[in-house]
């Protein structure tokens, strides 16, 4: 089995920074593109920004320059640096992967269980 989790989340003040962590782990011989997800209340889930196992990452406009993707293939993690936090920032936070866990495998997708953000003064 895979699993994904999510840390770092927290409550924060408007302008202020948080670091989320997602770790992987279980067996896993590959991981291709990672990405973050947020899901405000009320809200669809939206794609926050995504990383290929190699090559350029991809941010949603709303968190550009603000927000910043990374990842450490040798330890299957990835990061997302979030600075200038703003309200409309709160959500919960999700990392999604495509990871293939056998070398004749299929790759799929997997989800974190999510870690909260709230930005309020």
């Known amino acids: 089995q895979v699993q994904l989790v999510e840390s770092g989340g927290g409550l924060v003040q408007p302008g202020g920074s948080l670091r989320l962590s997602c770790t992987a782990s279980?067996?896993?011989?590959?991981?291709?593109?990672m990405g973050w997800y947020r899901q405000a209340p009320g809200k669809q889930r939206e794609m926050v920004a995504a990383i290929p196992s190699n090559g350029t990452a991809g941010y949603a406009d709303s968190v550009k320059g603000r927000f910043t993707i990374s990842r450490d293939n040798a330890k299957n993690a990835m990061y997302l640096q979030m600075n200038s936090l703003k309200p409309e920032d709160t959500a919960a936070y999700y990392c999604r992967a495509v990871i293939q866990s056998g070398e004749v495998a299929t790759a799929t997708y997997y989800w974190g269980q999510g870690t909260q953000v709230t930005v309020s003064s």
């Open positions: 279980g067996r896993i011989f590959r991981i291709y593109a």
